[in-house]
């Protein structure tokens, strides 16, 4: 947040959508069970903030139940060695859907932390929008630029390079992104292309993969094209 309680830009709401900031000094870390419970973490790289950054609003929601449903609900503060710098506890949530456990805010060039408890029945979309948050509530359009995910049933195929010979593909599968709030202009971010690798821990072939013909549903015509039996 900036020194108006606002973000700066949608770059800087942090969540399960949109798991980094712009600048990579804040990453949501996803969900892990433990001995306590679910646990959601979230790391921040003081230091590395800029300068008009103010404060960090660290929040926590659920889309199925309020979150009086869950009982204590509590927020620590850890170092890098993992040592405990801050908690914060509370059992007061009732029908509200999205809770600020506490803040990261610069005082005289010190960060600091102080504990909230403010309650959303709204959900995470009207906490979000409340700090500033352009938050498009509506079901997404399809797009050109958008990445389809297929399912596949089985996690390998077969495919036909350009001299008809046959070749075993392994396909890493991918998860499908959360539904529910989305930011109306996402932060563009650069993401790895698919790795294919051949099955069996073979080299990576560097000639062109052709997924037609189907080397299974015309033998024939592969055997044509393939290199001479002896």
């Known amino acids: 947040m900036n020194s108006s309680g606002h973000v700066r830009s949608d770059a800087d709401f942090v969540f399960y959508n949109q798991p980094e900031s712009a600048d990579a000094t804040v990453r949501y870390r996803g969900s892990s069970s433990t ?132 070749v075993d593909v392994s396909v890493v599968d991918v998860e499908p992104p959360k539904r529910g709030v989305r930011t109306k202009k996402p932060v563009a971010k650069k993401v790895a292309p698919p790795q294919f690798t051949l099955a069996g821990g073979g080299e990576r072939c560097g000639r062109r993969l052709a997924c037609s013909p189907c080397p299974v549903s015309d033998p024939v015509r592969s055997r044509r094209r393939g290199p001479p039996r002896r």
């Open 35 to 166: 001995d306590e419970g679910k646990q959601e973490r979230v790391s921040i790289h003081l230091d590395s903030l800029a300068a008009e950054v103010e404060k960090v609003v660290i929040a926590g929601s659920s889309d199925d139940v309020p979150l009086g449903d869950f009982g204590k609900l509590s927020m620590q503060v850890r170092d890098q060695a993992g040592s405990v710098l801050g908690e914060f506890l509370t059992a007061d949530a009732s029908s509200e859907r999205a809770l600020v456990f506490g803040e990261v805010y610069r005082r005289n060039g010190v960060w600091k932390l102080r504990a909230v408890g403010q309650g959303w029945e709204s959900g995470l979309g009207g906490l979000a929008q409340d700090f500033g948050v352009d938050v498009d509530d509506g079901e997404p359009e399809a797009s050109a630029n958008e990445v389809v995910v297929v399912e596949v049933a089985d996690s390998h195929v077969l495919a036909v390079d350009t001299t008809g010979e046959i």
